[in-house]
């Protein structure tokens, strides 16, 4: 069983940056592939960025070059900067953490809102 607590969402204008954090509880983090997904409002949830356990990042065409995942296992914490935001970027950000051995485990944190506005 992991639980993921999100945190450092916020209200930032266009051009900003911020950062935030999804610790777990629980155990084995490092051998999960951690997530980070978002909900805009009347959207659909869709995939921001996903980091492996062996550290191999992807990102949506949409926040490339803006956005950077990381983790840091000793901490049990995976980070994502985000900076050059757009108002198009407000939305509930989701931590997931995924893991499949004979079946999947999958696990969600409850969302940090980020707003994007001037």
């Known amino acids: 069983q992991v639980q993921l607590v999100e945190s450092g969402g916020g209200l930032v204008q266009p051009g900003g940056s911020l950062r935030l954090s999804c610790a777990a509880s629980g155990s084995s983090f490092s051998t999960y592939d951690m997530f980070w997904y978002r909900q805009a409002p009347g959207k659909q949830r869709e995939l921001v960025a996903r980091?492996?356990?062996?550290?191999?990042?992807n990102y949506a065409d949409s926040v490339k070059g803006r956005f950077t995942i990381s983790r840091d296992n000793a901490k049990n914490t995976v980070y994502l900067q985000m900076n050059s935001l757009k108002p198009e970027d407000t939305a509930v950000y989701y931590c997931n953490a995924y893991y499949f051995r004979i079946r999947a485990y999958n696990y969600w944190g409850q969302g940090t809102q980020v707003t994007v506005s001037s």
């Open positions: 980091i492996t356990t062996g550290g191999t990042t």
